[in-house]
């Protein structure tokens, strides 16, 4: 998924972009310039060379596990027709642990505080 917003900057010095809850991987842009990617909390990046004062843009793109289409009851129902000889071990030993992870995006509460020197 990707979420874009504008938004006004009126503060100066370093600050900090923290993106909060992140489900589970995603690159972030602010203005057009990448600012990086994160696998694993916390989600966030140091932002001083790319805000401006007044408008910015900030894109994030989050990526999810395979949990989300694996899940689906119509992707395994097509494994089975494509495959039925196949067992399906993966989905037998995983289902459980990946209930977890369906959830999916961005969560928040995406922030912006000052930071460092």
């Known amino acids: ?7 006004e900057y009126h503060g100066g010095g370093d600050a900090v972009l923290d993106l909060g809850d992140v489900r589970y991987a995603c690159s972030a842009v602010l ?8 696998a694993w909390p916390p989600y966030s990046f140091r932002v001083a060379k790319l805000l401006r004062r007044g408008r910015n843009r900030l894109t994030v793109t989050v990526t999810n596990t395979l949990a989300n289409a694996i899940a689906d009851p119509e992707a395994l129902a097509s494994w089975r027709q494509r495959y039925p000889d196949r067992p399906l071990d993966y989905d037998q030993r995983q289902r459980a642990f990946e209930v977890d992870s369906l959830p999916s995006g961005l969560f928040g509460p995406v922030t912006l505080r000052p930071c460092c020197s």
């Open 1 to 7: 998924a990707e979420y874009a917003v504008d938004f």
């Open 31 to 38: 203005n057009g310039q990448p600012l990086g990617e994160r």
